[in-house]
């Protein structure tokens, strides 16, 4: 499942972002647990059940690793599985489990997309090749709190949001506009 646009929308790279975040947490702290990644307005977060907590430097090493894997040129690929075969891939994660037997419930289809050794369960949006994603476009934004699935009774988990442009230029603009903001 290739994406059929040539010219990627800004959604598409905030998508494929939000994937190598979470492959970059992952690098970091291998039994992370993955809740989900989607795209906001503006850029994308993803949620994760850490093994420990994460300071502002821990985001810096994480943008480091998502320029790395947009440097090596990394394709996004997608599939559709059977609920089966998802539940084999994604055993050791319990949201992506949860979630896994919900759409098998509502007969959803479920697709993976693949980028690198990362794996998600995923409705995709996402560029072809990592050379699409401008590195300087985007920033990790912040930390915050989160349940999964929005729920207190849930299991609370570590937010990270990034934004995300088609441009530095357009990424300062906005962290400008933030920061008059701010000052208000």
Partial sequence: MKNAAATPSLEAVRHSLAHLLAMAVLKKFPKTKLGIGPVIEH?????????KSI?????KEFEESMRVYIAQKIDFTGEEVTPLKAKKIFKDQPF??????????????????RSG??????????????????????????IAGAYW????????????YGLAFASKK???????????????
Wanted: proline residues 5%.
């Fill in 43 to 51: 850029g994308f977060y993803y949620d994760f059940k850490l093994p």
């Fill in 55 to 59: 300071s502002h430097e821990d985001l």
């Fill in 96 to 113: 992506k489990l949860e979630l896994i037997k919900e759409f098998a419930k509502e007969k959803k289809k479920l697709t993976l997309y």
């Fill in 117 to 142: 050794g990362f794996t998600d369960l995923c409705r995709g949006g996402h560029v072809e090749n990592t050379t699409e994603i401008p590195p300087d476009g985007f920033m990790l934004q912040k």
């Fill in 149 to 160: 699935r929005g729920d207190e009774k849930n299991a609370p988990l570590v937010r990270i």
């Fill in 170 to 184: 357009e990424l300062d603009a906005h962290c400008a506009f933030l920061e008059e903001a701010r000052r208000r």
